[in-house]
């Protein structure tokens, strides 16, 4: 079974701190990509990663930014915490575009 | 733009009375249509991938189903345990996933 491992479920921070939100997947997926999930909007890509290395701009980037020095792992970085990124995040893998996505149990941010 | 429209927002059920969730899409070039199942605080769980207009998928009490403009996810006999949030995706040309709302499915004994 595919594992996709984030490495907080609950994380509560301050306005203007920098956040890293990590995640591990154990399965050599190529594809890596994080989303954040509201209520009545469902889930909004933020950066999405096809290879080590690289990185893409998903709907929603502004106010976050990426890291990917490894393979399996992929890193979404706030970089001055607002009370608008308040949410909850879910980060996934594929091991190609067209099959099935598949995801962590998600890590709920609080920015106070 | 690929877009996912899915009926009805919320769905009660008693147990073992059958139905089906509608996931209806526009998308450019389709390459895959996913069935997910979401538990409250969780992430999504992978149930299905469909490719083609007539393509069908079975596990346990859940059947997919896809047509050129729509999936449906059929539930038979549903227990109280398949009370959850169902989200259809689809894939198409530019290969971004594109989310539906979900559909909030409460089963009752």
């Known amino acids: 079974d595919v594992k996709v491992t984030q490495s907080s479920r609950y994380l509560v921070k301050r306005t203007g701190e920098k956040v890293f939100l990590e995640c591990v997947q154990d399965?050599?997926?190529?594809?890596m990509f994080w989303y954040r999930q509201d209520p009545g909007l469902g889930l909004r890509l933020i950066y999405f990663?096809?290879?080590?290395?690289?990185?893409e701009k998903g709907d929603i980037p502004e106010g976050y930014s990426v890291s990917r020095e490894k393979k399996e792992r992929f890193s979404l970085i706030l970089e001055s915490a607002s009370t608008n990124q308040t949410s909850m995040y879910l980060c996934?893998?594929?091991?190609?575009?067209?099959?099935?996505?598949?995801f962590g149990d998600g890590t709920r941010l609080s920015i106070l | 733009e690929d877009q996912v429209t899915q009926s009805p927002e919320a769905l009660r059920l008693q147990e073992g009375e059958s139905s089906s969730l509608n996931c209806s899409y526009t998308?450019?070039?389709?390459?895959?249509l996913f069935w997910y199942r979401q538990d409250p605080g969780k992430g999504p769980e992978f149930l299905f991938t469909?490719?083609?207009a007539g393509e069908e998928k079975e596990k346990e009490r859940l059947k997919a189903t896809l047509t050129k403009k729509e999936s449906f996810l059929h539930i038979t006999a549903p227990k109280p345990e398949d009370s959850a949030t169902y989200l259809c995706?689809?894939?198409?040309?530019?290969?971004?996933?594109?989310f539906g709302k979900g559909i909030t499915l409460s089963v009752r004994p």
């Open positions: 996934a893998s594929s091991y190609s575009k067209v099959q099935p996505q598949h």
């Open positions: 399965m050599d997926h190529e594809n």
């Open positions: 990663s096809y290879d080590v290395k690289m990185k």
């Open positions: 998308v450019s070039g389709l390459r895959g």
């Open positions: 469909l490719y083609s």
């Open positions: 995706a689809v894939t198409g040309a530019n290969s971004k996933l594109t």
